[in-house]
């Protein structure tokens, strides 16, 4: 048995929600997904969402930009291991 850390749970909470709500913006900003269209070669998804890639587009929202790298860069598996654990 294995037990994970309940912090593990929230952020697969917290990254759902984000990613519910970076869709939701997606669709409240449509004139800026018009102007990325073309320019930066986005595709629409089964799911109606825009993306590059496999990445789903961030409109230009300095909030939601912040709680993205807050998210990712918090994460356990994100944390640096210090430049004397490095190869």
């Not at 869709?23 to 900003?29: A, F, H, I, S, T």
């Not at 590059?52 to 291991?81: C, F, M």
């Amino acid at each position: 048995m294995v037990a994970l850390p309940d912090d593990l749970f929230i952020r697969a909470i917290s990254t759902a929600t984000l990613d519910k709500d970076l869709r939701r913006k997606q669709r409240e900003r449509p004139h800026e997904i018009e102007a990325w269209k073309n320019k930066y070669r986005l595709v629409k998804g089964d799911d109606h969402a825009w993306y590059k890639g496999q990445a789903l587009v961030v409109v230009d929202d300095d909030r939601a930009r912040k709680q993205l790298l807050r998210t990712y860069h918090e994460a356990l598996i994100a944390r640096h291991p210090g430049a004397s654990k490095m190869l």
